[in-house]
C-alpha cells in the first residue's frame, strides 16, 4: 500500500485518543463503584448495602426546585400553558443561547456569588456541562504538549476533561496541610520553574474556588497572587467556580471577578470563569456549563466550539424563566446555604465526637476528612488499604485522596449533600463502629504495627476498572463518578 | 512584561485557525438575512433565508400531541420522578429513551433493519456525534474521504479539533453526482500520494445537498471498498426519515444485515431529531455503532456532550407513542414531497433544472446556464447577485465543495408555503433578468 500498516488490521485500530486512559476511568477515583453498585444502600429494601459518599450532588433542595416548576408550567414548552413556545424554541439552534437564558444565566452568576459582581450576558458562552466548558477552553486557551498548572488536590475529571481530547498537560502546584494547602507563591513558582526545566510551556493555571475536594474559598490575598502571577508571567487564568453557590459559612466568598473589577491594572484578557448549575442549582442532569471570559477573542472562539456542546433549549427556555424569577432565586440560595451549613455541622460533629477531624472549610458538597492517624504507614498503598476497608466493613463509598493527587496519603473526600438526614445519621453510626472497634483493636494489639492488614480485611475488590467493566458491563458514568442507569 | 507591550495574550493554534469554517461563503449568506431578514408583514422586501435546511412543516403534527398528552411535559406529581431525571448524568442516557430512539430508527426503515438500544451512544446534536466519533476513528492528520458535494459544517466538525483531514471524492453531475467506485479509488490514492493514511469513508444518506438518497447498489459498493482497503465507514443517516417514499431509502444498516453482520465492526451510523422532527434546538444526536470498542469510547467521549435529561425524558415519552410517530413519519413525508414538487415545478417555471431528488429538505438546483464563466468566482458573483438583488440566501455548490460550478442549494422546508411563493416569484423575476442582459 505503500504507508506504514499496523500489525492489526487498520480499522480495528482506533485512534490513540480512543485507545489512551485519558479518558480518567483507571483512576482510584472511580474504582469503589463495584462496590456500591453490586450493593446499593437503601433504608428499607437494603439497610446493611453500601452508602455512596463519593458522589458530589446536591440534592438538598430539589423540593424547592420541583415546587417552582409545578407552580410555573409556562416554563415548560409541552405543558398547555407554554406549548405556544414550542415551535420557536424547538427550533432555535442559535449558539449564542435563548438572550433571555443568557440574561437569567448572567444574573443568577452574580447572586450566586453574593452579589460582589456583575456578569454580562454577552460574554455567556454555554456548554456540555462544566465538563465540556473546561475541555472547550483548553482547546482555546493551550496547544497539544502545552500545560496548566493545578493545585493540588485537585478533583480527578480534570485529568480527563483538560487533557484527554486536548493533548494539554496539568501540571501540580503542591499544597500541604500545614497551612491547610494554601496556594502560596513559592509553590507557583516552584511548578513553573519545574515546566520550563522540563521545556514545557506553561499556558495557565487552572484553579477551583471553592475548592473541591478541600470544600475552602480562596482568599482575596491568594486570588490577588494568582492574577498577578498569571499577568507577570502572560499566562491565563481559569477559575472553575462551580460551587460558587454552595458557601455556607464565612469568611465570604470572592470570586475572580471581583478582583477582575478592582484591579483593572491587572490585564482581563487573560481571566476566563467556568461555572455550571450542576451543583449550585442540583441539576446535573441538565448540562448546563458555563464559561465566562473577559477575552474577547477567547468568546469568540468558545461560543463557535459550543456548537459541540449546546444546552437543549428546552431547557435554556425553563431556566430562562426559573432563574429571571428573583424572588425565586433569592429565596433558593438563602435555603440552599442554610441546608447545607446544618448538613456539614452535623456532620462534621459526629466526626468529630469520634475523634476525625476534617479540614475546617465553609463550602462544597464534602468534607475533606483526615484519617492521617488511622493509617499504617503514611503512603499511598497504606491509605488504598485502607479505603478499601473502608468500603467493605464500614460500607461507605468514599474517594481517597490520592486520587486527588493530594500529596499526602490518608486524606478522604466524603460527600455529604447526596442524601437525606437518615442516611446521613446511618453513615455517622457507622463510622462511630469502625472507629471504636478500632480503638478496641488497637488496645488489645497494641504490640502489632498493622492495624488494617489483617488478611481476612482484604477486599477482593478489582484494582483495575478494566477489570470492573468486565464484571459489570453497564457501569461507568458521565464525568462524576460512576453512576447507575437506574432507568 | 510591562502590560500594554503585548494585549494580545496567544491563544492556542486550534483557536486561531479558521477551520470553524465560518468565513465560507454558506455563512456569510446568513449575515446579508440577518441584516435584513424577510418578514410577510414587517418586511416584505427583506432576504429570505433558504440556506437553512430546517424542518419547519410538521410543528404542528408536535404541538398537537404535547397540547393532548400533558405527562410528556413533567415529571408526574411525585417529587422523585423530577428528582431522579434532575440528577441523571449517566452517559449511558436514560435506559427509557435509547429504547425509543433505537425504535423510532426501525420505523423510519420500517422494519428493514434492527437497532440494539446497547449500541446507542447519544450526543447533543449530529455536530457532536460527527466530531466524536472522528476523533474515535482517526488521529491528527489521517483523513476520510467525503464524496463531493457535501454539507460544509463538516469541515469544521470533522477537522477544527480533531486535526483530522477531509479529502473529497469527487463526484460528477454526468450520473446525478453518484459515488462510483473509480471516484473512491481516485481519492484513496490521492490520500496515498500525499502520505496521508486514510482512516475512513463518510457518506451522507439521504445525501445533503443533493437531496437524493444513495442506492442498494452504490452502497454495496462503498461496503465493499471500505472492506477491501480496511478502513472504517460512517454513514450520516439525519435526513433518513425525510425520504418522500419510505421504500426508497437503504440503510447501511440493511446491508450490513443482509451480509449476516460480516464484518460490520467498522460500520457506524449518526442519526438526530434535527431534521426528521424538527427540533435542533434540542441537541439529539446519536452514534449507532456495530463496533463495541467504539461504543464504549464514544460513550466515555460523550460525556462532554450528554443530552439534557429533561429533554430525554420528554422523548422518550412521545416517542413511545407509536401511533403518533407512525402518523408523524408519514405525514411529514407526504408534506415534504408536496413542498419539493412545488418548488421544483416553480424552478422550471422559471427555467431552471434541479437534480431529480427524492428526499431532503432542499433541491440542488443547476443555474450553470447563468453564470458568465463556469468557474468558482463565476458562481460566486451570481451568487452575490442573488443575494443582494433578489434577496434570497441559497448555498452556492464551491461552498459544498462541489467540483462543478453553478449548482446551488435551495432549502425549502424552513418556510410558510406563502414565503415559498415569493421566493419563486423572486427567482422566476431574477431568471428573466438574466436572461435578457445576456441576450444584449
Known sequence: MGLHVDDHSNYN????????????????????????????????????????????????????????????????????EGVSEFKDVANFQDYHGLPDFRKAIARFMGKARGG??????????????????????????ANPGEAFLIPTPYYPGFDR??????????????????????????????AYQTAQRSNITVKGILVTNPSNPLGTTLDRETLRTLVSFANEKRIHLVCDEIFSGTVFDRPTY?????????????????????????????????????????????????????????VSTQTQHLLASMLGDDDFTTKFLAESRRRLSRRH???????????????????????????????????????????????????????????????????????????????????????RTFVDRGNDTTAAQAKKKKKWSDGSLRLSLPRRIEELSIMTPRLISPHSPLVQAAT | MVKGAESCVPLSEVATSNTHGEDSPYFAGWKAYDEDPYDAASNPAGVIQMGLAENQVSFDLLEKYLDQHPEASGWGCGISGFRENALFQDYHGLQAFRQEMATFMEQIREGRAKFDPERIVLTAGATAANELLTFILADPGDCLLIPTPYYPGFDRDLRWRTGVRIIPVHCSSSNGFQVTLQ????????????????????????SNPLGTATTGHVLEEVLDFVTQKDIHLISDEI???????????????????????????????????????????????????????????????????????????????????????????????????????????????????CLPGNAGLFCWMNLAPLLEEPTKEGELRLWSLIVHEAKLNISPGSSCHCSEAGWFRVCFANMSQQTLEVALRRIKDFTENMKAKQEK
Request: proline share 3%.
Open chain 2, 239 to 353: 435526513y433518513s426519515g425525510s425520504v418522500f417514499s419510505s421504500d426508497e431509502f437503504v440503510s447501511v444498516a440493511e446491508i450490513v444485515e443482509a451480509r449476516g453482520y460480516k464484518d460490520c465492526d467498522r460500520v457506524h451510523i449518526v442519526y438526530s431529531l434535527s431534521k426528521d422532527l424538527g427540533l435542533p434546538g434540542f441537541r439529539v444526536g446519536a452514534i449507532y455503532s456495530y463496533n463495541d470498542r467504539v461504543v464504549t469510547a464514544a460513550r466515555r467521549m460523550s460525556s462532554f456532550t450528554l443530552v439534557s435529561s429533561q429533554t430525554q425524558r420528554m422523548l422518550a415519552s412521545m416517542l413511545a407513542d407509536r401511533e403518533f410517530t407512525e402518523t408523524y413519519l408519514k405525514t411529514n413525508r407526504e408534506r415534504l414531497k408536496k413542498r419539493h414538487d412545488f418548488i421544483t415545478e416553480g424552478l422550471k417555471n422559471a427555467g431552471i433544472e
Open chain 1, 13 to 80: 485500530v482506533l485512534s490513540r485518543i480512543a485507545t489512551s486512559d485519558g479518558h480518567g476511568e483507571n483512576s482510584s477515583y472511580f474504582d469503589g463503584w463495584k462496590a456500591y453498585d453490586n450493593d446499593p444502600f437503601h433504608p428499607i429494601d437494603n439497610p446493611k448495602g453500601v452508602i455512596q459518599m463519593g458522589l458530589a450532588e446536591n440534592q438538598l433542595c430539589l423540593d424547592l426546585t420541583h415546587q417552582w416548576i409545578k407552580q410555573n408550567p409556562q416554563a415548560s414548552i409541552c405543558t398547555g
Open chain 1, 345 to 431: 455541622k452535623v456532620f462534621t460533629a459526629g466526626l468529630h465526637r469520634v475523634g476525625i477531624k476534617c479540614l475546617e472549610s465553609n463550602a462544597g458538597l464534602f468534607c475533606w476528612m483526615n484519617l492521617k492517624h488511622l493509617l499504617n504507614e503514611a503512603t499511598v498503598e497504606a491509605e488504598l488499604e485502607l479505603w478499601r476497608v473502608i468500603i467493605k466493613e464500614v460500607k461507605l463509598n468514599m474517594s481517597p485522596g490520592s486520587s486527588f493527587h493530594c500529596s499526602e496519603p490518608g486524606w478522604f473526600r466524603v460527600c455529604f449533600a447526596n442524601m437525606d438526614d437518615n442516611t446521613m445519621e446511618t453513615a455517622l453510626k457507622r463510622i
Open chain 1, 116 to 141: 460582589g459582581a456583575k456578569f454580562d450576558p454577552e460574554r455567556i458562552v454555554m456548554s456540555g456541562g462544566a465538563t465540556g466548558a473546561q475541555e472547550n477552553i483548553a482547546f482555546c486557551l
Open chain 1, 254 to 310: 470572592v470570586s475572580v471577578s471581583e478582583i477582575v473589577e478592582e484591579e483593572p491594572y491587572y490585564d482581563r484578557d487573560l481571566i476566563h470563569i467556568v461555572y455550571s448549575l450542576s451543583k449550585d442549582l442540583g441539576v446535573p442532569g441538565f448540562r448546563v456549563g458555563v464559561i465566562y471570559s473577559y477575552n474577547d477573542a477567547v468568546v469568540s472562539c468558545a461560543r463557535k466550539m459550543s456548537s459541540f456542546g449546546l
Open chain 1, 161 to 190: 476533561d483538560f487533557r484527554w481530547r486536548t493533548g494539554v498537560q496539568l501540571l501540580p502546584i503542591q499544597c500541604h496541610s500545614f497551612n491547610n494547602f494554601k496556594i502560596t507563591e513559592p509553590a507557583l513558582v516552584t
Open chain 2, 183 to 206: 471516484a473512491l479509488e481516485d481519492a484513496y490514492v490521492k490520500a496515498e500520494g500525499m502520505k496521508i493514511r486514510v482512516r475512513g469513508l463518510l457518506l451522507t444518506n439521504p
